[in-house]
Nanobody, 119 residues
Framework: QVQFVESGGGLVQAGGSLRVSCAASGRTLRSYVMGWFRQAPGKEREFVAAISWSDGSTYYRDSVKGRFTISRDNAKNTVYLQMNSLEPEDTAVYSC????????????WGQGTQVTVSS
């Protein structure tokens, strides 16, 4: 079993920056892909970004490319999502998740952290 503790959400003005963190515990994630998802009120959850824990390969949805950066700290077993040039459309609950490399099902989820971008 793995547990995630997310932090770093908050309220920011459009154009500002935030960094959300996801600290993992319970098992090693070296053979996993870590991802960030978000869900805005009244909308379905959507993929934001992912990183392979083993080789650091990254993936992003088109609307955040060039603005968001996903990274990992092996020593701290933590994944980060640095969000720059935030837009009101980025307002959502952001959750981290993990899936074994080579699979498609996200097995583990964090509780989520609220990010609100004011115009």
């Amino acid at each position: 079993q793995v547990q995630f503790v997310e932090s770093g959400g908050g309220l920011v003005q459009a154009g500002g920056s935030l960094r959300v963190s996801c600290a993992a515990s319970g098992r090693t994630l070296r053979s996993y892909v870590m991802g960030w998802f978000r869900q805005a009120p009244g909308k379905e959850r959507e993929f934001v970004a992912a990183i392979s824990w083993s080789d650091g390969s990254t993936y992003y949805r088109d609307s955040v490319k060039g603005r968001f950066t996903i990274s990992r700290d092996n020593a701290k077993n933590t994944v980060y999502l640095q969000m720059n040039s935030l837009e009101p459309e980025d307002t959502a609950v952001y959750s981290c998740a993990a899936r074994p490399t080579g699979t498609v099902v996200w097995n583990y989820w964090g509780q989520g952290t609220q990010v609100t971008v004011s115009s």
